[in-house]
């Protein structure tokens, strides 16, 4: 377990969450495949939130070094991100366990059995859902928080918008609940706290700080982007809804035709075809296939596509020949501060928020 000793003072913010995962403020900086890395981690941690490693998208080899790198950067506990179809899974779940940190998080989750022994090893296990039913059986399989990601939120997402959703799910369920989608400043955490929520969650937001790994070309698209309603959920990157911001090359994804499509999949399943451990064979049988029976059969080669697409925007620093997935609240965000000046002021910002919606209750109160 990381071993620091815990922030002193339990201020207005102090919520479950921050002795659970052993931060100062109910902040947390959720997974993004790579854009999550050790420097991000280490930052939001390093400043009084809880940060999570996408571990999804960082190669078994590198994996291990990774970990040592961030657990190098920072004293504080951090957590890890993963899910169970990706390739070195298990290995995942042994190095989690083996160093010892706070929590993992997952969409498609781990069995009840992989949860018993997280849970035996003291890692808090905090997946996000986008529907009640999911956050329901989350919690039936073991889980200690949940995470509430609303349909505004970046990555692949629901459909369910947080307002909505995260009130469903408060209800029905005992653990804490952390709100995600649609967040970055003061009032987001003041409001989600209002609702009852433990803290909220944010991907966008770190996403778009100075310590992101992110080059800066694809970030100024971030910046760009200015109005909620062109970032947009699409199924066209890998048939599974994914929020990004509209550009050209998704408008040519969605409208090519079965061809185009084919051709697209068919290049990313070969640029990724280490992992996706597809032989040439196989992707000729699946084309052939495609072009029999149309897109169905092309949703196997598309599973490529979403690691080809980002990487080439997220770390080759070409914006226009991939995909930027993002939250709707890039709208919102025209800053690019340090991860401690963010967390700081949305910090400030929330506790103020909180007195004077309670200065003035007060207010109404004694003048009635
Ligand atoms: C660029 C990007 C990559 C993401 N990658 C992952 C991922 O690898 N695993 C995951 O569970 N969620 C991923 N997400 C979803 C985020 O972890 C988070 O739940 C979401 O961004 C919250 O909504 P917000 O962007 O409005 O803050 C990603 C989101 C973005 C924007």
Request: aromatic letters at 4%; one cysteine or more; proline letters at 5%.
């Amino acid at each position: 377990m990381n071993q620091a000793a815990p922030f002193i003072g339990k201020g207005i913010l102090h919520t479950p969450i921050c002795d659970l995962l052993g931060c100062r403020y109910p902040i947390v900086q959720t997974a993004m495949g790579w854009v999550a890395d050790a420097r991000l981690v280490a930052a939001t941690s390093n400043a009084g939130g809880f940060g999570f490693l996408a571990a999804a998208t960082i190669t078994a080899d590198q994996l291990e070094a990774e970990i040592l790198k961030l657990k190098s950067l920072t004293e504080r506990p951090f957590g890890i991100n993963f899910h169970m179809f990706q390739p070195n899974a298990q290995q995942v779940i042994d190095l989690t366990i083996k160093h010892g940190l706070r929590a993992v998080s997952y969409g498609r989750g781990p069995d009840a059995k992989t949860i018993a022994r997280f849970k035996q090893a003291g890692v808090l296990c905090m997946p996000t859902v986008g529907a009640l039913k999911h956050a329901q059986k989350a919690v039936e399989l073991g889980a200690d928080i949940i995470t509430v990601q609303g349909a505004e939120g970046g990555g692949h997402t629901g459909s369910v918008p947080t307002t909505l959703l995260l009130p469903q799910v408060l209800d029905a369920v005992k653990v804490p609940v952390v709100a995600a989608g649609g967040f970055y400043n003061g009032r987001g955490l003041a409001g989600a706290l209002a609702f009852g929520a433990a803290g909220i969650a944010m991907g966008t937001r770190f996403l778009m700080t100075a310590e992101s790994p992110v080059p800066r070309a694809t970030l100024q698209k971030y910046l760009e982007a200015k109005d909620p309603s062109r970032i947009r959920a699409s199924t066209a990157v890998d048939g599974m809804p994914q929020r990004m911001i509209d550009n050209p090359y998704l408008l040519r994804l969605e409208s090519g035709g079965l061809l185009h499509r084919l051709a697209v999949a068919l290049g990313s399943a070969w640029r990724w075809r280490a992992h996706t451990g597809m032989s040439i064979a196989q992707m000729l049988r699946t084309a052939v296939k495609a072009l029999g029976e149309g897109d169905s059969a092309i949703q196997t080669l598309m599973a490529a596509n979403a690691p080809v697409l980002i990487q080439r925007a997220m770390v080759e620093g070409r914006p226009d020949e991939g995909v930027l997935p993002s939250g709707q609240v890039a709208a919102n965000i025209d800053s690019l501060p340090t991860v401690a000046e963010l967390i700081a002021a949305i910090a400030d910002a929330a506790e103020a928020r909180l007195r004077a919606v309670s200065a003035a209750a007060l207010h109404t109160e004694t003048a009635v």
